[in-house]
C-alpha cells in the first residue's frame, strides 16, 4: 500500500532549464495539493487539483509554474526557465477529497537545486 | 492575511524532558493541526483538533485546541532521540479549507 509518490527525490537543474516534478497520490486519492518549502521555513501552499481539473493555484507564480492533474498518470508541476530563486523542496499531499478533516498524506518532496 | 506564529523557534533538550510548544494567531482558526517533519522527508500529521477546548492525546503527545480559536499547544512528555525533528502547526485557509497556512516550525533536538 505505497504512500505519495514523489519523483525524482533530487534535481539540479541549470538556469534557464525545465523543471518537471511528479506526484502519485496514495490509491483512492483524487485529491493533489502542492507545497513548496524554503530552507528554515514552513511550507507554502502552491496549487490544488482534481483529476483533469486545477480548483486553486491561487499559491503558484502566475509565469513560469505550471501544474496538470492527468486522467491517467501523476501530476506534474512544471516550472519553466527556472532561476536560483525556484530552488527549494517541492512536496505533494494528496487526499480521499472526501469528508471534512484533513487526511492529508505527504510525499517525500522533490528537492530542486538551480544552479 | 492569516498567520501562524510558533515558538520557540528552537529547543534543545536532554532525553526524558518533557517538551512544550505553541501556535498562535491573529485570526481564528477552526482546525488545528500539528506534523511533524524529519530531515529528507515530508510533513507527517501528528494530531489533528476540531473543537476549540479540545484535549487530544496521541502516545507521548498532547495538543490542545484554544479556547479563543486562536492558539494551540503540543506537548511531547518523556523526549526520546527519535523525537528530534521539526514540529509544524497548521490550519486551513478561512478562504479555501483546502489550503493550509502553516507556522516556521519548532526545531527539536535530544540529546542522548
Known amino acids: 500500500n505505497a504512500g505519495v509518490m514523489q519523483n525524482p527525490r533530487h534535481l539540479v537543474r541549470r538556469r534557464g532549464q525545465e523543471a518537471r516534478l511528479r506526484c502519485s497520490p496514495m490509491k483512492g486519492h483524487s485529491h493533489v495539493y502542492w507545497y513548496r518549502q524554503l530552507p528554515e521555513e514552513g511550507l507554502k501552499f502552491m496549487v490544488y487539483l482534481q483529476k483533469e481539473n486545477i480548483i486553486d493555484e491561487s499559491g503558484m507564480p502566475k509565469e513560469r509554474f505550471s501544474a496538470e492533474f492527468p486522467k491517467e498518470g501523476p501530476s506534474i508541476l512544471r516550472i519553466q526557465q527556472v532561476v536560483r530563486g525556484d530552488s527549494a523542496a517541492y512536496f505533494c499531499?494528496?487526499?480521499?477529497?472526501?469528508?471534512?478533516?484533513?487526511?492529508?498524506?505527504f510525499g517525500s518532496g522533490t528537492r530542486l537545486t538551480v544552479v | 492575511g492569516q498567520q501562524l506564529n510558533q515558538s520557540p523557534q528552537s529547543m534543545f533538550i536532554q532525553e526524558g524532558e518533557d517538551v512544550s510548544m505553541n501556535c498562535t494567531s491573529s485570526s481564528i482558526f477552526n482546525t488545528w493541526l500539528w506534523y511533524k517533519q524529519e530531515p529528507g522527508e515530508g510533513p507527517v500529521l501528528l494530531i489533528a483538533?476540531?473543537?476549540a477546548g479540545e484535549l487530544t492525546s496521541n502516545g507521548r503527545l498532547t495538543a490542545q485546541f484554544g479556547i479563543t480559536r486562536k492558539d494551540s499547544f503540543l506537548n511531547i512528555s518523556a523526549s526520546i532521540p527519535s523525537d528530534v525533528g521539526i514540529y509544524f502547526c497548521?490550519?486551513?485557509?478561512?478562504?479555501?479549507?483546502?489550503?493550509?497556512?502553516w507556522g516556521l516550525g519548532t526545531s527539536l533536538a535530544v540529546n542522548p
Open positions: 483538533l476540531y473543537k
Open positions: 499531499a494528496s487526499s480521499p477529497g472526501t469528508g471534512s478533516d484533513y487526511g492529508y498524506t
Open positions: 497548521a490550519g486551513p485557509n478561512a478562504g479555501n479549507n483546502r489550503k493550509l497556512i
